[in-house]
């Protein structure tokens, strides 16, 4: 059974960074993507960043290019997501979550992916 842990959120001042980690079990991820999502209070769950597990592309909403950076670790089977700059609006439960087939297709959908992690806080403060 596959199991995606988050951890690193937390608290921050704005214009500050965090450094979220998504440890998957389970299996061993050697195709599909890994992605990050957040959802704000009274909002609707958005794609943030995306990383294919073979080749390393990677995808990012327009709200976090040039802040965000989504990278990988094949020996650990994790995947980061480093938060520089933050702003308030950045304030949101971050989800990872895995699709295991289709590649980078429907990469920033939701609904492609199969398998979700549990979430982590992230408050940016002004």
């Known amino acids: 059974q596959v199991q995606l842990v988050e951890s690193g959120g937390g608290l921050v001042q704005a214009g500050g960074s965090l450094r979220l980690s998504c440890a998957a079990s389970g299996r061993t991820f050697s195709s599909g993507a890994m992605g990050w999502f957040r959802q704000a209070p009274g909002k609707e769950r958005e794609f943030v960043a995306a990383?294919?597990?073979?080749?390393?592309?990677?995808y990012y909403a327009d709200s976090v290019k040039g802040r965000f950076t989504i990278s990988r670790d094949a020996a650990k089977n994790t995947v980061y997501l480093q938060m520089n700059s933050l702003k308030p609006e950045d304030t949101a439960v971050y989800y990872c979550a895995a699709k295991t087939i289709g590649g980078s297709y429907l990469i920033a959908n939701g609904g492609s992916y199969n398998y979700w992690g549990q979430g982590t806080h992230v408050t940016v403060s002004s």
């Open positions: 990383i294919t597990w073979s080749g390393g592309s990677t």
